[in-house]
């Protein structure tokens, strides 16, 4: 009897995949297919006041800023999209300015001309461009605050599933006996230093400020995971070094989020451009320029307990006077 059921099972589950097959064909076959990830509707768009030229929207989480092999939609792709909503039809598509990771959320730059995402690429060359960004990271810092000066380089990870991450590659390093000892930093490497300091923590979780002060692939993320040890939550890529695999989450952090084991697979990178800080020319104030976090992040916020942090209580760079 068991054998028998066991058969009818099987027999089910092979004709709900047959039938699968031939809707996924029929629908491939008609050109029909059904869109995902964010649309146009869902960056969120703003004129910058007195600029002509310049827009800012905050970039969703999981949309790339570049298309690429297997990427279905990025930001590229809709700015087509976005340029007739915002100007209507005939209007030149809207250029990038710089980069913000796929999985990051927050505050990017767009220039409707060569000319304007020129300037703001000058701004970002001579370091009158500054940001802001929020993480809630597993674990707490220690030091609660302070500069990471590590470089960073790309490798292929060790073991049976080859990747490649950034790494650190530090100047001094402590020897088995205790001594300091320098190191020649590789001509690979690239220099990477990071502001940050903790706003809260709890349960095994912290609130981070980050102010990136050079612009490497993937910098807060390993100078968090593997200079601090405080991975960000949600990032399955820095989480472990060796292997490629979903994050695993303490339990004190599973009961304050309200969420079993199995779902942290699932968790978003909660990573946050909260600000722009924008000098277009050495004459000119500052533009100071911020974005909401999304609903996810706002949603562990309130489910650790924390104080959503303000907007306004960001500070300025250093010489850079009141927005």
């Known amino acids: 009897m068991a054998a028998a059921g066991a058969t009818r099972g099987a027999r089910r589950l092979a004709e709900r995949l047959r039938a699968e097959k031939r809707l996924a ?66 209007a030149e598509p809207l250029r990038i300015c710089h980069r913000l990771d796929k999985d990051s959320s927050g505050a990017l730059l767009l220039a409707q001309s060569a000319e304007s995402a020129d300037r703001v690429q000058r701004a970002l060359r001579e370091h009158r461009m500054s940001r802001v960004y929020w993480a809630l990271c597993v674990g707490a810092p220690t030091p609660p605050e302070g500069i990471l000066d590590i470089p960073l380089i790309e490798k292929e990870t060790p073991g049976p599933q080859k990747h490649f991450k950034m790494a650190l590659c530090p100047r001094f390093r402590v020897s088995s006996d205790g001594s300091v000892q320098r190191f020649r930093v590789s001509r690979s490497a690239h220099e990477a230093v990071t502001q940050y300091r903790t706003l809260e923590k709890s349960s095994g979780v912290s609130l981070l400020e980050l102010q990136p002060l050079t612009g490497v692939k993937h910098q807060l993320r390993s100078h968090l995971a593997l200079a601090l040890s405080c991975p960000i939550l949600g990032d399955h890529k ?86």
């Open 25 to 90: 064909e029929r629908s491939a076959g008609t050109g029909a297919r059904t869109p995902t990830g964010p649309t146009v509707r869902d960056l969120r768009a703003w004129s910058l006041p007195g600029e002509a030229g310049l827009i800012l929207i905050n970039k969703p989480p999981g949309l790339p800023t570049h298309g690429g092999p297997g990427v279905e939609r990025s930001v590229v792709s809709l700015l087509p999209a976005l340029s007739r909503l915002l100007f209507g039809g005939g």
């Open 238 to 323: 820095y989480s472990h070094w060796g292997r490629l695999a979903p994050q695993k989450l303490p339990a004190p952090v599973l009961r304050s989020l309200g969420i079993p084991s199995p779902q942290a697979r699932s968790l978003l990178l909660h990573l946050h451009a909260a600000q722009i800080t924008l000098q277009l020319s050495p004459e000119d104030p500052p533009l100071v320029l911020r974005c909401a976090p999304p609903k996810h992040f706002l949603s562990a916020l309130r489910r650790l307990k924390f104080s959503p942090p303000s907007l306004q209580d960001i500070p300025l760079p250093p010489d850079e006077g009141s927005p």
